[in-house]
């Protein structure tokens, strides 16, 4: 039973475009939601966070939107950029998974491949 | 801002022997640090939750005697994967929380195994 998915395992696009990459999650417990990206044979280094009382956060070019109702969050990157290439994850986190220690729960990760 | 450090990076060893992977968190103290699986293609997956000064908590299906976790210090947890057989080959990350919020998941490098 997964409890976070990416849907799309691969995306691509034009350098300068946008990259939209989605996830959708299961589990109303969760209340805080992370990408990361991850290079081939690398560990995550972690981009952008929302928490659930939020519906948006900003980063310079990442933007991730949170729908609550749906149980959605997208990560919008603009413009794209062929470094952008890489696998993205998306990952949840609650107060009450896994104990006080709040656990991630990944999703499978979408390659996105940004062509120049 | 904080950084693991895994190592070894990859690994080769043959089937039967013992393997040890090393995280370290190098400028906080990391009182849990989690262990994750990732297959091809696939996402990262919990197998345990290590707490410094007292035992792992594994994930349902991880045998804790085959992979041994030890969180002896605030800034080193071991993950010991015992009697390695060929489908113990995987890449395996660890992370490390501190006292910060959720955003504070820090990824080692990995650890590419290959048993033989």
């Known amino acids: 039973d997964q409890q976070v998915k990416q849907n799309s395992p691969s995306l691509s696009v034009q350098e300068g475009r946008i990259s939209i990459l989605n996830c959708d999650y299961t589990?109303?417990?969760?209340?805080?939601f992370l990408w990361y990206k991850k290079y081939p044979a690398e560990g995550p280094t972690f981009l952008i966070s929302?928490?659930?009382?939020?519906d948006k956060n900003e980063d310079g070019r990442f933007t991730v939107f949170l729908n609550k109702s749906a149980k959605h969050l997208s990560l919008h990157i603009v413009p794209s950029q062929p470094g952008d290439s890489a696998v993205y994850f998306c990952a949840a986190s609650g107060p009450n998974y896994g104990g006080s220690q709040g656990n991630l729960i990944f999703g499978k990760g979408t390659k996105l491949s940004v062509k120049p | 801002g904080a950084v693991v450090s895994q190592h070894p990076s990859w690994v080769i060893c043959k089937s039967g022997t013992s393997v040890k992977i090393e995280c370290r968190s190098l400028?906080?103290?990391?009182?849990?640090m989690f262990w994750y699986r990732q297959f091809p293609k696939q996402s990262l997956m919990l197998m345990a939750t290590s707490n410094e000064g007292s035992k792992a908590t594994y994930e349902q299906g991880v045998e804790k005697d085959k992979f041994l976790i030890n969180h002896a210090s605030l800034t080193l947890s071991t993950l010991t994967v015992t009697s390695a057989h060929p489908e113990d080959s995987s890449f395996y990350i660890c992370?490390?929380?501190?006292?910060?919020?959720?955003?504070?998941?820090?990824f080692g490098s990995g650890t590419r195994l290959t048993v033989v």
């Open positions: 992370s490390a929380k501190d006292s910060f919020p959720n955003y504070g998941y820090t």
């Open positions: 589990n109303s417990m969760f209340d805080y």
């Open positions: 400028d906080f103290q990391a009182t849990t």
């Open positions: 929302i928490s659930s009382i939020k």
